[in-house]
């Protein structure tokens, strides 16, 4: 936002993403794949990556790097397939997102659709969400995949949550109903 106060915007609104309910959306699918990334390469995300102790199913472009089992990108009904098809979708932000406080569109995707998401911690999660796993560096990661591997109660217990959360405060009709009031 700072930018567009710096250019005498007279009124700056930031709306965060959020997911589409009918699309994002549980669907019944074997777990196929222990930990999942869906995205596009970053430095950052190479390096989180290579060091895990489970190789992840990376599906997105630009993976000149490989790290862990190899797809192509996927959209629409084929990404919330795998998402479904996940037991751990792995969020690990474009460090832009992570400066500006701000979860990116795969947080909201993923937590619509009923996954289990584990992302980096950032200080707004916690209002966003009632209870949202994350991680601070990749031990802690290393850790929590171990543990939410071994807990399918837990973790589909806190992919319930998620959902409701997202059914309850952050649909795009959420978000318009927002933009209405602030105008």
């Known amino acids: 936002m700072e930018p567009y106060i710096r250019m005498n915007a007279s009124k700056v609104i930031t709306l965060r993403w959020a997911c589409d309910p009918h699309f994002h959306r549980p669907i019944s699918s074997a777990k196929l794949y222990d930990v999942s990334f869906v995205g596009t390469f970053y430095p950052n995300r190479w390096k989180t990556m290579r060091k895990l102790k489970v190789k992840p199913h990376v599906f997105g472009s630009l993976w000149f790097l490989k790290v862990g089992h190899h797809h192509p990108p996927v959209y629409g ?107």
């Open 77 to 183: 009904e084929d990404y919330v397939s795998v998402i479904n098809s996940t037991k751990v979708n792995l969020n690990i932000h474009h460090p832009v997102d992570l400066t500006a406080d701000s979860p990116n569109m795969r947080t909201f995707e993923v937590a619509g659709s009923g996954g289990f998401l584990l992302t980096e911690r950032m200080d707004c999660l916690g209002k966003l969400f009632r209870r949202i796993e994350t991680y601070s560096g990749v031990e802690e990661l290393n850790e929590k995949i171990e543990y939410y591997l071994r807990d399918d109660k837990e973790r589909e217990e806190i992919a319930l949550g998620l959902r409701e959360d997202c059914l309850e405060r952050h649909t795009y009709l959420h978000r318009a109903q927002e933009l209405m009031r602030l105008v």
